[in-house]
């Protein structure tokens, strides 16, 4: 017996220490709402004659025994458990046992073992914590990545040649040259036009 309290201990204490190639047992971990109902499956790797459950408070230091039940459907339980609270029955394969567990509050919380007897001895599986809170959590929302902007090209307008560039030195250059020509060359006529009178008037004053 000391032997069996002393495995128990350390299925407590340390983690791991209860995995057995003999059993096994899911889920780890159980978050449920209030009133509501869970299951815990314990996987049986060789015929028994039975499996009982046991269940471990944390806060009260208390190791409860709640129910056995062999392969025929007999059941027995422990000292104060409700039959309409804890029940087992066969899972979906051979030898497994599920433990459903109604109405479910928060003096349920702990850590349930499904454990076999095995040469006179306890084999515990690696245990199945409760918890049962009033609200669930929400499910995190998934985080969208925002969307990708698409690269716009940008167009830059030509901006309207100034007044003033119109007139660049490539313009006005040439036509100040040929204004300064015609000019020469107005002059350059007169000139010529003025000493023509003045010979016509000479020869008629001559004659």
């Not at 599986?125 to 409760?130: C, D, E, M």
Request: proline share 6%; aromatic share 10%; with cysteine.
């Amino acid at each position: 017996m000391a032997r069996q309290w002393l495995h128990l201990y350390l299925c407590l204490q340390v983690p791991g220490f209860c995995t057995s190639l003999l059993l096994s047992q899911t889920p780890g971990q159980i978050l449920a709402q209030t009133n509501n109902k869970t299951e815990i499956t314990c996987h049986i790797k060789k015929d028994q004659s039975g499996v009982y459950w046991y269940r471990w408070n944390q806060e009260r230091q208390l190791f409860q025994f709640l129910v056995f039940a062999n392969p025929l459907g007999n059941s027995a339980y422990g000292t104060g458990v409700s039959r309409e609270k804890f029940s087992v029955h066969g899972g979906s394969s051979q030898n497994s046992y599920n433990l459903q567990i109604r109405s479910l509050q928060a003096s349920d919380n702990g850590t349930y073992y499904c454990t076999i007897s095995q040469f006179a001895e306890l084999v515990f599986g690696s245990g199945t914590r409760l918890s049962v809170v009033d609200v669930l959590p929400l499910p995190p929302k998934p985080t969208r990545a925002p969307p990708s902007k698409k690269p716009t090209r940008s167009i830059t307008k030509s901006k309207p040649a100034d007044k003033r560039d119109s007139c660049s030195p490539f313009v006005w250059a040439p036509l100040a040259a040929c204004a300064l020509i015609l000019l020469l060359c107005l002059a350059a006529a007169g000139h010529r036009f003025h000493r023509l009178r003045r010979r016509l008037r000479l020869r008629v004053h001559k004659q």
